[in-house]
T-cell receptor, first 114, second 116 residues
Framework: DAGVTQSPTHLIKTRGQQVTLRCSPKSGHDTVSWYQQALGQGPQFIFQYYEEEERQRGNFPDRFSGHQFPNYSSELNVNALLLGDSALYLC?????????????FGPGTRLTVT | EDKVVQSPLSLVVHEGDTVTLNCSYEVTNFRSLLWYKQEKKAPTFLFMLTSSGIEKKSGRLSSILDKKELFSILNITATQTGDSAVYLCAARPRNAGGTSYGKLTFGQGTILTVHP
């Protein structure tokens, strides 16, 4: 049973550039959430996708956008990168209709902005 | 704004010690409290607590929720070096229709270091 997978594992970008991170949910899951975890902090909710639509959004600027594909996989796009965007980006999947089900996290993508 | 606070922020113990990690929350329409262990990257699920006063146990780990006082504790008995990690708690709100719309609000984590 494949768990949540993310790519790439590490990424180095320059300020002002754009980046795309990818996530494949756990088999059988239909909902994908993205989190940003700065060093020494807990993860912060960016947004959640279900049925290819953004359903909930945290306090992140419009530079952060996403997409969900028909196979439930998802992308996180960040434009005009800032130094403060350096963080571990975590993807979590769940089954929407199973309210008692926990979210499963992927290994994350470590983004460094220089 | 939803808020989750964990204490202590860090803890150093020796193998065999018992530790208690604390998590307090202020969440609109609270549904459940989740505990995760994060060793390197991916947080791994430990417990989900929805009802007050019912202890959940898994081996040497146990957790309980107090919905009146808005806090939860995670206990680890007979600690081992493999318990060294960041322990995160997160609160999940209740959503319309009973669905599991995600928006987990995490605390900043407790860094546990267990020395041999």
């Amino acid at each position: 049973d494949a768990g949540v997978t993310q790519s790439p594992t590490h990424l180095i970008k320059t300020r002002g550039q754009q980046v795309t991170l990818r996530c494949s949910p756990k088999s059988g899951h239909d909902t994908v959430s993205w989190y940003q975890q700065a060093l020494g902090q807990g993860p912060q909710f960016i947004f959640q996708y279900y049925e290819e639509e953004e359903r909930q959004r945290g306090n992140f600027p419009d530079r952060f956008s996403g997409h969900q594909f028909p196979n439930y996989s998802s992308e996180l796009n960040v434009n005009a990168l800032l130094l403060g965007d350096s963080a571990l980006y975590l993807c979590a999947s769940s089954l929407l209709r199973d309210a008692g089900n926990e979210q499963y996290f992927g290994p994350g993508t470590r983004l460094t902005v220089t | 704004e939803d808020k989750v606070v964990q204490s202590p922020l860090s803890l150093v113990v020796h193998e065999g010690d018992t530790v208690t990690l604390n998590c307090s929350y202020e969440v609109t329409n609270f549904r459940s409290l989740l505990w995760y262990k994060q060793e390197k990257k991916a947080p791994t699920f430990l417990f989900m607590l929805t009802s007050s006063g019912i202890e959940k146990k898994s081996g040497r780990l146990s957790s309980i929720l107090d919905k009146k006082e808005l806090f939860s504790i995670l206990n680890i008995t007979a600690t081992q070096t493999g318990d060294s990690a960041v322990y995160l708690c997160a609160a999940r709100p209740r959503n319309a229709g009973g669905t599991s719309y995600g928006k987990l609000t995490f605390g900043q984590g407790t860094i546990l270091t267990v020395h041999p």
